[in-house]
């Protein structure tokens, strides 16, 4: 699977927009990037997926590059409870159970 | 959404025990589930790949006689850490592929389990 990479801290102001940036220049065509964060003492939260087009769910959107080398998560109006680790991550696109590389990811700190 | 329950979810014990975690998908099935393990400030790490019916695949410095998986249903992993000592000490963590015709499904995460040896 491609590496990721990611500033290993960011701040940001509760209820501003949130983002966060990933680079993956050596993604394949067949690879999705994925968006999981932890949040101190629990387990990873999967966020959202793409391949190449936009993608929004209710927590958060995902704007991919055309050349697919980049993405950011953006979350709309940052609360207290979005402070968390997020980690950006690229994966094959198949359904034989692959499994996720974490990098270092990002610890976001979201501040009154 | 799909849930992991990941039991227990904190085990403090004497160096030596033998501690056994369970890792079961509630409203899915699952035909490969992950053990990750975490250290403080440090990322997750795969230990292992859990199949469905079939043995285990183990990471590359993970002695698989030291941590046992079965995975004996679509909805259950378990990892037996054996003769537990401290530097055994850590945050595991399992996940679950959801099994469906359906490509890229997202693996779901359990809150982990602290364990700590004395």
């Known amino acids: 699977d491609a590496k990721t990479t990611q500033p290993p801290s960011m701040d940001c102001a509760e209820g501003r927009a949130a983002n966060l940036p990933c680079n993956h220049s050596?993604?394949?065509?067949?690879?999705?990037v994925y968006w999981y964060r932890q949040i101190h003492s629990q387990g990873p939260q999967y966020i959202i997926h793409g391949l190449k087009n936009n993608e929004t769910n209710e927590m958060a959107s995902l704007i991919i590059t055309e050349d697919r080398k980049s993405s950011t998560l953006i979350l709309p109006h940052a609360t207290l409870r979005d402070t968390a680790v997020y980690y950006c991550?690229?994966?094959?696109?198949?359904?034989?159970?692959?499994?996720?590389?974490f990098g270092g990811g990002t610890r976001l700190m979201v501040k009154p | 959404g799909a849930v992991v329950s990941q039991h227990p979810s904190r085990v403090i014990c004497k160096s030596g025990t033998s501690v056994k975690i369970e890792c079961r998908s509630l409203?899915?099935?699952?035909?490969?589930m992950f053990w990750y393990r975490q250290f403080p400030k440090k990322s997750l790490m795969l230990m292992a790949t859990s199949n469905e019916g079939s043995k285990a695949t183990y990471e590359q410095g993970v002695e698989k006689d030291k941590f046992l998986i079965n995975h004996a249903s679509l909805t259950l992993s378990t990892l037996t850490v054996t003769s537990a000592h401290p530097e055994d000490s850590s945050f595991y963590i399992c996940?679950?592929?959801?099994?469906?015709?359906?490509?890229?499904?997202?693996?779901?995460f359990g809150d982990g389990t602290r364990l700590s040896i004395l």
């Open positions: 996940s679950a592929q959801i099994y469906t015709g359906v490509r890229n499904q997202p693996q779901h």
């Open positions: 409203d899915f099935q699952a035909t490969t």
């Open positions: 991550i690229v994966r094959l696109n198949n359904n034989a159970g692959n499994m996720l590389t």
């Open positions: 050596t993604i394949s065509g067949n690879e999705y």
